[in-house]
Structures are given as structure tokens and as C-alpha cells.
């Protein structure tokens, strides 16, 4: 089955602890991106990669890394977890750029204490 | 003023009505999405648009490049429609910009 997938689902963790949030797609897909999701603002980019070493700034990029060492892995990096980090993360994935638009993720909710 | 407006932000609709749900934007884009995000929080890419119309089974999206504005339109909406509805605009190098997203609710 077609399918990006985000791990974990729930993670609760604490200030300054460095994590990683996981995504994986299984479509070949060259374009994969990050996206959190607050009350009141919507969705908002984070990073995104339009293939294997490149990866670019979204809206959000602050207090995250990324990297896209394979094609199908695009892992999420809080080096040093904030309060403002708590959110509901969404990864996607979509060929070339989102021409047949995207496949999204099932989401991670993400706080942090 | 945020770069992609949706309106309305709420609509409630009984069963079987025509619904439109608009999007404009204020700057340049390569592709204008449509997603649908269910009341469980996952997404599901509905359209990409880049020009004129498109239509997958009742539901209909369109663009008009010139006035920078995109609308969806579910047609005999079903209480199964209910979910948020979120535009999104495609700008250079491939950021994505997200309306804020309006709230249907199809009644019985």
C-alpha cells in the first residue's frame, strides 16, 4: 500500500530534550515536507526537499533541522525542544514538486512540558 | 492580511445542497491545491490546480489566475462531506502556503 509514515503518533518529552520524529514514504516520491498544524494559524511549512541532499526553508524553520540522506526517509530534528514546539506535525510526500498533489502522513502530536 | 484568504471559515449545509467555499491569494503561484482534512486529522489531497477546472466525482474546483482566486464546490453534499476544507498555494521553489481552512458541517 502506498503510504507515508510518521512515528511516533504521541510524544510527549521535555524541555531541551532532543528528538526526532520520523518519516518515511514508499512511492519513490522526490518531493517530501513538514508541516505543523496550531488553532487559529492552520497549517504551516517547516522544511521541505525537492530530492536526496536538498532541502529548503518553509515558513516555520526555526528551533527544526532536516535531512535527506535517502529518498525515502525525510526525519523532523528538535535539537533542543521548546514549549512552543507543541503542535500536530504532518509530513508529505508527492512526485515531482505535488503534480498529482500530495500523500500526507497520519501525523505526529507532539508536547512538550 | 495573510497571503492565502479562505471564505467562509464555518458553513453548516443540510444534505443535499450546492456548497461553495472560496480561496484567494495575493501572491504569484505555480499550483494551487485543495485538501480535505477529516474529522480523525488526517489529510487527503483533493485537486491541483494550475488553470481552469477540474472535477472528481461530486466535487468541482476551479481558478481564475488573473484575479487570484480558486473556489471548491461539493455538489448534493452528503453529511459524509463534513471535514476542514484547506487551500493551499504553491509558490516559488515549491513552498506551500495554507489557508486557514473552513469547517463543513453537512446536517441530515
Known amino acids: 500500500e502506498a503510504q507515508v509514515t510518521q512515528n511516533p503518533r504521541y510524544l510527549i518529552t521535555v524541555t531541551g530534550k532532543k528528538l526526532t520524529v520520523t518519516c518515511s514514504q514508499n512511492?519513490?516520491?522526490?518531493?517530501m515536507s513538514w508541516y505543523r498544524q496550531d488553532p487559529g494559524l492552520g497549517l504551516r511549512q517547516i522544511y521541505y526537499?525537492?530530492?536526496?541532499?536538498?532541502?529548503d526553508k518553509g515558513d516555520v524553520p526555526e528551533g527544526y533541522k532536516v535531512s535527506r540522506k535517502e529518498k525515502r526517509n525525510f526525519p523532523l530534528i528538535l535539537e533542543s525542544p521548546s514549549p512552543n514546539q507543541t503542535s500536530l506535525y504532518f509530513c508529505a510526500s508527492g512526485r515531482d514538486r505535488g503534480l498529482d498533489g500530495y500523500t500526507f502522513g497520519s501525523g505526529t502530536r507532539l508536547t512538550v512540558v | 492580511k495573510n497571503e492565502v484568504e479562505q471564505s467562509p471559515q464555518n458553513l453548516t449545509a443540510q444534505e443535499g445542497e450546492f456548497i461553495t467555499i472560496n480561496c484567494s491569494y495575493s501572491?504569484?503561484?505555480?499550483?494551487l491545491h485543495w485538501l480535505q482534512q477529516h474529522p480523525g486529522g488526517g489529510i487527503v489531497s483533493l485537486f491541483m490546480l494550475s488553470s481552469g477546472k477540474k472535477k472528481h466525482g461530486r466535487l468541482i474546483a476551479t481558478i481564475n489566475i488573473q484575479e487570484k482566486h480558486s473556489s471548491l464546490h461539493i455538489t448534493a453534499s452528503h453529511p459524509r462531506d463534513s471535514a476542514v476544507y484547506i487551500c493551499a498555494a504553491r509558490t516559488s521553489g515549491s513552498r506551500l502556503t495554507f489557508g486557514e481552512g473552513t469547517q463543513l458541517t453537512v446536517n441530515p
Open positions: 501572491v504569484g503561484i505555480s499550483a
Open positions: 512511492m519513490n516520491h522526490e518531493y
Open positions: 526537499s525537492m530530492n536526496v541532499e536538498v532541502t
